[in-house]
């Protein structure tokens, strides 16, 4: 299926992958695919998103704040621990000192391949059968965006529903934007 993907397509799954990694998250998720359609090199599906209000910065957070352990600790807490007496990297040290590495997160996935997960998968099928339904040759930003936004993603719908969109509106949009009624 990736043979088929544009160059903005594959720069979206980059970019999700990228965006997993800076938060730390492993698998990347469908959430994680949101945040790479909103890079400026994602072609027609960023185009989409930028032109209804959606923004990167804020996308990220709310995804940052929704992940398990999005209340984890930041530099500035660390800091702020600092100032009292508490070194953070002292205690995650000791932390994986006692419990075994697994137990400190690093910041990033812990394999060397990438995993997707299960919403992330069923976003990338979904996109192929939004081309194969508009007769696209190939796979597109703007497929992925629609295949995004049909596979019901809880984390993908939160996200949308902060920034007070929905997958319907957004859906009709790119539809539109393509030249499709929708």
Known sequence: MFERFTEEARAVVSGAVAEAGALGH????AQHLLLGLLGPGAGAGYEVLREAGLQADAAREIVRRRAPGGGALTRDDAEALR???IDLDVVLARLAESFGTDAVPEGRPRRGRTRLSPSAKKALQLALREAIWLKSRSIGSEHLLLGLLRCDDGDVNAVLTS?????????????RSIGRAA
């Not at 492993?26 to 998720?29: E, F, I, L, Y």
């Not at 920034?163 to 539809?175: V, W």
């Open 26 to 29: 492993d698998p990347v998720g």
């Open 83 to 85: 100032t009292v007496g």
């Open 163 to 175: 920034l007070g969109h929905t997958p319907d509106s957004l859906r009709g949009a790119t539809l």
